[in-house]
């Protein structure tokens, strides 16, 4: 079944509001990774963790293994953030298998 | 620096005709490597990975077939494509596996579309 739930599905923001996404794990994960999907439809690399948080300009990232968690915060959002983003977790026996959320799009509104 | 190309950028075949997508990556030796694909308003999954020359894993049975010729290229293809292999085929490397967490970089994508 499905090992990572994404939430939410959708989100729109008002320019320099911001929020948050969130994946759930239906199983302990090794590490998380976030990732943005460019204009081709690739993945663009925002934070790799295996515990604790990262922070990276106006983007934040938590990672608790034992809950069973990630977060991807996004604070003062601006128009260029509007996009689709991942989580993928990387758990069981299979290297480096990463088991990948839904996506949640975002708009960032004017 | 790091680079991860993938070939073609786009392609349209007939039910029932062979394929064959490519990846390679430049500047780093050894890495492992991995196929990912998505069909469309799916989620990505892996379907094989590589550690090392000659080595490959499947992880999801799709009538698909990976091979790693060289160490910096991975190659997927099948004889017979299905109309289900439509789809976004992600290519992407990473320096280790398994106990070894580490970053997976992505390729820029391949579109399939079988008609």
């Known amino acids: 079944g499905d090992q990572v739930e994404q939430s939410p599905s959708a989100l729109s923001l008002h320019e320099g509001t911001g929020s948050a996404l969130r994946c759930n794990f239906t199983?302990?994960?090794?590490?998380v990774q976030w990732f943005r999907k460019n204009s081709r439809g690739s993945l663009i690399n925002l934070f790799y963790?295996?515990?604790g948080t990262k922070e990276n300009g106006r983007l934040k990232s938590a990672f608790d293994s034992k809950e069973r968690y990630s977060t991807l915060h996004i604070r003062d959002a601006q128009l260029e953030d509007s996009g689709t983003y991942f989580c993928?977790?990387?758990?069981?026996?299979?290297?480096?298998?990463?088991?990948f959320g839904a996506g949640t799009q975002l708009i960032v509104i004017p | 620096a790091q680079t991860i190309h993938q070939w073609p950028v786009a392609e349209i075949k007939a039910v029932g005709s062979p394929l064959s997508l490519g990846c390679t990556i430049k500047?780093?030796?050894?890495?492992?490597l991995y196929w990912y694909w998505q069909a469309t308003g799916g989620t990505l999954q892996q379907l094989f990975y590589?550690?090392?020359?000659?080595?490959v894993e499947s992880v999801v049975q799709l009538n698909l077939s990976a091979s790693r010729p060289k160490d910096d290229q991975f190659i997927l293809s099948t004889e017979k494509l299905l109309l289900s292999h439509s789809g976004f085929y992600l290519c992407?490397?990473?320096?280790?596996?398994?106990?070894?967490?580490?970053?997976?970089?992505f390729g820029p994508g391949t579109r399939l579309l079988v008609l």
């Open positions: 992407a490397w990473s320096l280790h596996g398994g106990k070894n967490q580490d970053t997976q970089y």
């Open positions: 199983t302990t994960m090794r590490a």
């Open positions: 963790l295996a515990s």
């Open positions: 993928a977790a990387e758990g069981g026996s299979a290297l480096g298998r990463l088991h």
């Open positions: 500047g780093k030796s050894s890495p492992n």
């Open positions: 590589s550690i090392t020359v000659g080595q």
